[in-house]
Antibody, heavy 113, light 112 residues
Framework: QVQLQESGPGLVKASETLSLTCSVSGDSISTYYWSWIRQSPGKGLEWVGYMSYGGDTNYNPSLKSRVTISADTSKNQFSLKLSSVTAADTAVYYC???????WGQGTLVTVFS | DVVMTQSPLSLPVTLGQPASISCRSSQSLVYSDGDTYLNWFQQRPGQSPRRLIYKVSNRDSGVPDRFSGSGSGTDFTLKISRVEAEDVGIYYCMQATHWPYSFGQGSKLELK
């Protein structure tokens, strides 16, 4: 059974960098691809980006200049960094396998000024 | 970007009655490999989304057979043959054919 768990700060100051980690069990991140998705009341569900097993990444063009997704295969984790955050980045952030076959429970990140 | 448009956005249903949600995409969702990457998700209150259907009509493991998906090209439908209390929640269609992947606005199913 694949399980994903997000972790990271729930509060981030505006203009700083949001950093989240997704810990995966029951599967290896060296297979398939792994995604970050966010959900906010204003924008609904939005695909942030994904990282493939080969290390290739694909980011939503609306966020591309600010997003980095990377992996730590030794820990079976992958991470999200979103720089220069604003209030518009306040959302529940989910990690998921592939195109959404398995999701983490989500973590609320609030950007404050 | 591909825009996914769902209807209705609110769906009051009586227990035991059928329900249907429509999803329309702004572009064809047929990928170059011939498959159509249209998925349906259910989000119960306070929970993460859960995939019910992938590639238009394939039920995920553990999904009751009262859920079915159909459609092609740009028009898709999720049907629930007999609504049960546990089906209350928001349903989203989502396309994974074109990048960036995108979701519909969500259709809220509630009991009458």
């Amino acid at each position: 059974q694949v399980q994903l768990q997000e972790s990271g700060p729930g509060l981030v100051k505006a203009s700083e960098t949001l950093s989240l980690t997704c810990s995966v069990s029951g599967d290896s991140i060296s297979t398939y691809y792994w995604s970050w998705i966010r959900q906010s009341p204003g924008k609904g569900l939005e695909w942030v980006g994904y990282m493939s097993y080969g290390g290739d990444t694909n980011y939503n063009p609306s966020l591309k200049s600010r997003v980095t997704i990377s992996a730590d295969t030794s820990k079976n984790q992958f991470s999200l960094k979103l720089s220069s955050v604003t209030a518009a980045d306040t959302a529940v952030y989910y990690c998921a396998r592939g195109a959404g076959g398995h999701w983490g429970q989500g973590t609320l990140v609030t950007v404050f000024s | 970007d591909v825009v996914m448009t769902q209807s209705p956005l609110s769906l009051p249903v009586t227990l035991g009655q059928p329900a249907s949600i429509s999803c329309r995409s702004s572009q064809s969702l047929v990928y170059s490999d011939g498959d159509t990457y249209l998925n349906w998700f259910q989000q119960r209150p306070g929970q993460s989304p859960r995939r019910l259907i992938y590639k238009v009509s394939n039920r995920d493991s553990g999904v009751p057979d009262r859920f079915s998906g159909s459609g092609s090209g740009t028009d898709f439908t999720l049907k629930i043959s007999r609504v049960e209390a546990e089906d209350v929640g928001i349903y989203y269609c989502m396309q994974a054919t074109h990048w960036p992947y995108s979701f519909g606005q969500g259709s809220k199913l509630e009991l009458k």
